[in-house]
């Protein structure tokens, strides 16, 4: 194996927060992890200093993503915290929604601005419990050692659900009316 992609999580300062996206010193990085377990700290001691900081940004999620003849879809209408690892997925989802719904003007179904509508309505609710979920996530995942802490670890460990936003609602389904994918019986 040649690469391996790693995202480490830390608290954030100054530059990084103000500048969104920063190159940083490996070293750095490995510091926030000292002291935990052997095999994740010998991972990150394979880092040269190709590290890269991005701010993390929480976007309260809205409701319409479309005006007329344009509409919005991925980071730029949800972007989200990456404790789901969801952004690039619902980005996908609200592309194939979208080729769905403007299929329906192209067909003289629906006019353009009401098939973005449709796509509006179809996927920004959905996105929106995704961005929250990704955010009540953060709390969970960064608890203090502690007996909130023990029982979020007992919990995962009998793999409860992990937040308000269970993993089966994300994952399950299509997003599409007209699913391509044959379903399993
Ligand atoms: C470190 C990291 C790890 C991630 N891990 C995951 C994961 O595991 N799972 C997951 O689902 N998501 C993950 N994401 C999130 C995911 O990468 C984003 O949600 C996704 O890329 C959003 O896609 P997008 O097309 O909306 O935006 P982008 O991928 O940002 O695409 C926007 C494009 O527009 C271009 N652009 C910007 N301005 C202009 C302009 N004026 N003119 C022309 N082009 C322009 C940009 O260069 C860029 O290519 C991760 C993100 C990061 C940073």
């Known amino acids: ?6 995202v480490a999580i830390a608290p954030s300062d100054d530059d990084v927060r ?8 490996a070293a750095r990085m490995r510091a926030h992890y000292e002291g935990w377990d052997e095999r994740l700290t010998r991972l990150l001691g394979y880092s040269d200093d190709r590290v890269v900081a991005w701010a993390l ?15 919005l879809l991925g980071d730029a209408c ?9 952004g690039a997925s619902q ?13 329906k003007a192209v067909r003289g179904e629906l006019t353009v601005a009401d098939a973005l509508a449709g796509y509006s309505d179809r996927r920004a609710a959905h996105a929106g ?4 979920g990704a955010l009540n996530n953060r ?47």
């Open 129 to 132: 419990v995704v961005q929250t």
């Open 57 to 71: 940004n929480h976007q309260t999620p809205f409701p319409a993503w479309h005006h007329g003849h344009v509409a």
């Open 78 to 86: 949800h972007t989200m915290l990456p404790y789901f690892s969801q």
């Open 139 to 185: 709390a969970l995942f960064h608890l203090p050692d502690g007996p909130e802490q023990r029982r979020r670890d007992g919990a995962f460990r009998e793999h409860h659900r992990e937040s308000d936003v269970s993993f089966d609602w994300i994952y399950d389904g299509t997003p599409l009316e007209d699913d391509p994918v044959p379903q399993a019986t």
């Open 18 to 25: 103000e500048r969104l996206r920063v190159d940083a010193q």
């Open 1 to 6: 194996m040649e690469f391996v992609n790693v």
């Open 91 to 103: 980005a996908i989802e609200d592309e194939l929604v979208l080729a769905e719904q403007v299929a």
